[in-house]
């Protein structure tokens, strides 16, 4: 008869199953740099749907501040990975004992703890153009804030206990400040279109704007998900994971800044 495993047993088997660190970074360098180079596409797509037709003052300042900035953050973070994959496998291999898996495993090195501060600098930033509520970005910012700070004053492993209760109250409270902003914003256009719906008589031009808006919070969860599980069980592949948020992120945000461009720029000609 099929016994059927126990809680311990699963989170046996997580451990026993990660893949060695020096691995996990060349797997989150190579994922992030694929995702990176379609962030680039994507932010010229942007760019291109802000811009078109417009004058310079008819522009969305703040907008577009938001989508170079999202630039700068993704790209420095995959160039100090990329430095602190050298560091780790050329520079330095033999100088811890243990090799290159023993310096990626320190998370008090200054790579670490730059790439861990540009990762809670962006998700500031993402949640603070969708945030509609005050308190739980300050969660967000409290609990990446410490835990990077923890990092820097740690000689252990991300996994230990007192590193890895913060990271995980981070990424439950990103979680939780995703999900319930896009969730209200979401609620608010289908309040708005409901409300015009009986009135209008063209076609409904806030409805896609919903659908991509809804996908994009389920495509960042989808990523925060893994990497709370990993933490949860002790397993390397939170490398990959955490690394390919940053990325995702800026896609998840241009998708929805283009998605509104077009809608935007449909309304106009229609009305030219």
């Known amino acids: ?19 060695p660190m020096d691995t996990a970074v060349i797997m989150s360098l190579t994922l992030e740099g694929i995702l990176y180079g ?41 160039v100090v990975n990329i430095i602190r994959a050298e560091y780790g496998l050329v520079k330095y291999r033999d100088t811890f004992q243990g090799g290159p898996a023993t310096f990626f495993e320190d998370v008090s090195q200054t790579t670490y703890l730059i790439k861990s501060g540009l990762y809670v600098t ?3 930033l993402v949640d603070g153009v969708v ?32 590193l890895a209760q913060w990271v995980k109250a981070f990424l439950v409270s990103t979680i939780a400040t995703n999900l319930l902003s896009s969730g209200l914003l979401a609620y608010r256009i289908w309040m708005i279109e409901r409300s015009v719906s009986t009135v209008r008589t063209t076609k409904s031009t806030l409805m896609p704007i919903l659908r991509v808006l809804v996908d994009s919070a389920v495509l960042y969860s989808a990523v925060l998900f893994p990497a709370l599980m990993c933490f949860m069980f ?3 592949g939170e490398v990959v994971v955490v690394d390919m948020a940053m990325p995702i ?24």
């Open 1 to 19: 008869m099929y016994a059927r495993p126990h809680l311990p047993d699963i989170i046996l088997v997580m451990a026993s199953t990660a893949i």
């Open 38 to 78: 379609f962030s680039i596409f994507m932010f010229m797509g942007t760019i291109c749907a802000l811009t078109y037709k417009r004058r310079i003052k008819d522009v969305n300042r703040l907008t577009l501040v938001v989508a170079i900035l999202l630039l700068i953050l993704s790209t420095a973070h995959i």
């Open 131 to 162: 945030s509609y509520h005050a308190c739980c970005g300050a969660g967000v910012a409290a609990t990446g804030v410490y835990a990077v700070y923890r990092c820097s004053q740690a000689s252990s492993n991300i996994f230990a206990a007192e």
């Open 234 to 236: 002790s397993n390397t």
């Open 249 to 272: 992120m800026s896609i998840t945000f241009y998708m929805v800044l283009i998605r509104i461009a077009i809608n935007r720029n449909r309304q106009l000609l229609d009305y030219s």
């Open 122 to 124: 962006q998700t500031l």
